[in-house]
C-alpha cells in the first residue's frame, strides 16, 4: 500500500479540465513544499511535469499545474488532450523517510 | 545532454542473481542522489532502491537483504545486484537521478526488463 494515496483512475473529454488527488499526512504533503508529478506513457520513459508543488520545467505544457492544500497536492489538467492519456504519479518529501514517497498512480482516460 | 543507460536485464530463473547496470554521461553519479524504480507488468512504478551522494544505501522493504545498489565513480556508473529473485522481481527496471536533494527525478534511463522464470 503507498503512503500517498491517489485515485485509480480519472476520466475526462477532450477539452475538459481534470484534476488528481494525492494525499499524504502532515509529515509529509502538510508539513513540506516538495512535491513532484511524473507522467508515464505506457512502454515510454517517466518524465517529470512538476516540481516542488507548482513549478513546471522547461517544455511541459502550461496545461499542467499543480497546487497544494493541507495535506493533499493536486495536478489539474486543463483542454485534456488525447495525449494527455497516461498514468500520473506523485512524489513527496517525508520527515519521516529518508527516501521519498511515492503515490500508487492514477490511470487518466481521455474519452 | 545528460543521460542514463541502463543494460543487463533479461530472462532468468527463480532463485538466481543478476546485475543491472546504468551508466551516466554528462554528470556524475557519485555527486548525484541515484535511484532505482520499477514496474511490475499491470501494476504502477515502485521504488526499489536510493544511495545518495555521501553513499548511505535505503531499500524498499520488498528487496532488503536481496538487493545491493552501488555505483563506480571509475565508470560513472549505478548498478543494482539481484539475487534469491522470485516472481514478483518481474519487473521493468529504471534508474533515475536526483540532482540535488529536494529536487525531481528529473533524468531517467531507457528501463530494462527483468523476467523471472519459475
Known amino acids: 500500500q503507498s503512503a500517498l494515496t491517489q485515485p485509480a483512475s480519472v476520466s475526462g473529454s477532450p477539452g475538459q479540465s481534470i484534476t488528481i488527488s494525492c494525499t499524504g499526512s502532515n509529515s509529509d504533503i502538510g508539513l513540506y513544499n516538495y512535491i513532484t508529478w511524473h507522467q508515464h506513457h505506457a512502454g515510454k520513459v517517466p518524465k517529470v511535469i512538476i516540481y516542488d508543488v507548482s513549478s513546471r520545467p522547461s517544455g511541459v505544457s502550461h496545461r499542467f499545474s499543480g497546487s497544494k492544500s493541507g495535506n493533499t497536492a493536486s495536478l489539474t489538467i486543463s483542454g485534456l488532450q488525447s495525449e494527455d492519456e497516461a498514468h500520473y504519479y506523485c512524489s513527496s518529501y517525508s520527515v519521516n523517510s529518508p527516501v521519498w514517497l511515492l503515490g500508487g498512480g492514477t490511470k487518466v482516460t481521455v474519452l | 545532454e545528460e543521460q542514463l543507460v541502463e543494460s543487463g536485464g533479461g530472462l532468468i530463473q527463480r532463485g538466481g542473481s543478476l546485475r543491472l547496470s546504468c551508466a551516466a554521461s554528462?554528470?556524475?553519479?557519485?555527486?548525484?542522489?541515484m535511484t532505482w524504480v520499477r514496474q511490475a507488468p499491470g501494476k504502477g512504478l515502485e521504488w526499489v532502491a536510493s544511495?545518495?551522494?555521501?553513499?548511505?544505501?535505503y531499500y524498499a522493504d520488498s528487496v532488503r537483504g536481496r538487493f545491493t545498489i552501488s555505483r563506480d565513480g571509475s565508470t560513472n556508473t549505478l548498478y543494482l545486484r539481484m539475487n534469491s529473485l522470485t516472481a514478483d522481481d518481474t519487473a521493468v527496471y529504471y534508474c533515475?537521478?536526483?540532482?540535488?536533494?529536494?529536487?525531481?527525478?528529473?533524468?531517467w534511463g531507457q528501463g530494462t526488463t527483468v523476467t523471472v522464470s519459475s
Open positions: 554528462e554528470f556524475t553519479v557519485m555527486s548525484k542522489y
Open positions: 533515475a537521478r536526483r540532482d540535488y536533494y529536494y529536487g525531481p527525478l528529473d533524468v
Open positions: 544511495v545518495y551522494s555521501g553513499g548511505n544505501t
